[in-house]
């Protein structure tokens, strides 16, 4: 019963935030089998991830700044954004900015309930320690999602130049925060909640912007509307 709750707690804070993320979604929400498929495959791309890690590990660890720019957070949110570039970017159910939020929330959030299941297995984790990873690498993942999801969501309805850059956007600022977060654990073993706290508030700030003007882009939005006033 004790392991039957430790996996449970494992996999909620996923399930729960991608509930969440995808009711937040005002004015067109996607089909439910689109965003679960998009989160199985965050299951999938675990095992790449850590095949190549593993091997840049030999090669390149040690220095802390590799580890959490380069082998960590760089071949996490390089993975997650080819496979949403390739295989959603272009897709017809990508209809609206907020869209790219909720694919990109989903596949980060199935990457990360992988993660959260083999820690509680593998490490006998007590309820407590799920529940700060609940609140500090899960919710990680979810607003690095939301800042791939937001930029991508921009650079689908933009042209030319600016669809480009907010493409490089789209990778390169999870890529930084995530880098950001895995080097304040790897080099503060005492005064880690000191940081980590504020920039958690930064990044849920920031996030629920993204999440407010993302839906304000909708095209569906003035359509709602004069459906309400016509009602």
């Known amino acids: 019963m004790l392991w039957f709750s430790v996996i449970a707690s494992a996999l909620a804070p996923g399930l729960a935030l991608l509930t969440y993320f995808y009711l937040k979604d005002r004015y067109e929400q996607e089909p439910l089998m689109m965003v679960v498929k998009v989160f ?46 390739h295989m959603i ?18 596949i980060s959030l199935g990457f990360a309930t992988v993660e959260n299941v083999m820690y509680a297995w593998y490490s006998h984790a007590s309820i407590g320690a799920m529940f700060l990873r609940a609140l500090l690498p899960v919710s990680g993942h979810a607003m690095f999602g939301v800042m791939m999801g937001y930029y991508l969501g921009r650079a689908r309805f933009s042209k030319g130049a600016k669809a480009k850059r907010f493409l490089v956007y789209s990778m ?49 939005r003035f359509l709602k509307r004069e459906e309400e006033v016509n009602m």
């Open 89 to 106: 970017y272009n897709h017809t159910e990508f209809d609206e900015p907020y869209d790219g939020i909720v694919y990109a929330v989903a």
């Open 172 to 220: 390169v600022i999870p890529w930084f925060w995530h880098g950001v977060y895995d080097l304040i654990l790897a080099t503060m073993t005492q005064y880690w909640i000191w940081f980590i706290v504020p920039l958690m508030a930064f990044l849920w700030y920031g996030g629920m912007g993204k999440v407010t003007r993302a839906n304000n882009r909708s095209p569906f």
């Open 40 to 85: 199985v495959l965050g299951f999938l791309i675990v095992v790449p991830v850590m095949i190549i890690q593993r091997g840049m590990t030999g090669g390149f660890g040690g220095n802390p700044y590799v580890e959490s720019f380069v082998i960590s957070s760089f071949v996490e949110e390089f993975l997650k954004w080819f496979v949403l570039y």
